[in-house]
């Protein structure tokens, strides 16, 4: 596994145990923040977020194979293709058939 996955996965637990603890602090300290006040600043930082990668981090995968305007079908977009494979390969099938592809 890559240095770089490795300080990414570890960057994102390391969100997931941060950001509730450091809401409820901040929640604590003030009573002039509420929790929307929390909502909108972690919204503002995604946001924030999201533009400096859209901006400033560059393309890191090399323009020979990098595909614009390929369409693809909703049954290639399938966030559970997965558990189909899997349910595919151990014989259960998913119902509709056991065509992974």
């Known amino acids: 596994m890559h240095m770089t996955h490795l ?3 570890a960057t994102f637990a390391a969100s997931l145990v941060i950001s509730p603890a450091l809401g409820t602090y901040i929640i604590d300290i003030s009573q ?3 929790q929307i006040e929390v909502v909108l600043l972690a919204t503002m930082i ?9 901006f400033m981090v560059p393309e890191s995968l090399p323009e020979r194979k ?3 305007g390929v369409r693809i079908s909703w049954e290639q977009a399938d966030p559970f293709a997965v558990s189909y494979f899997v349910s595919a390969l151990s ?11």
């Open 66 to 68: 990098a595909v614009w």
């Open 46 to 54: 995604t946001v924030f977020n999201l533009m400096f990668i859209i």
């Open 32 to 34: 002039a923040y509420g």
């Open 7 to 9: 300080q990414v996965s």
């Open 91 to 101: 014989g259960r099938g998913r119902g509709r058939g056991a065509s992974i592809c």
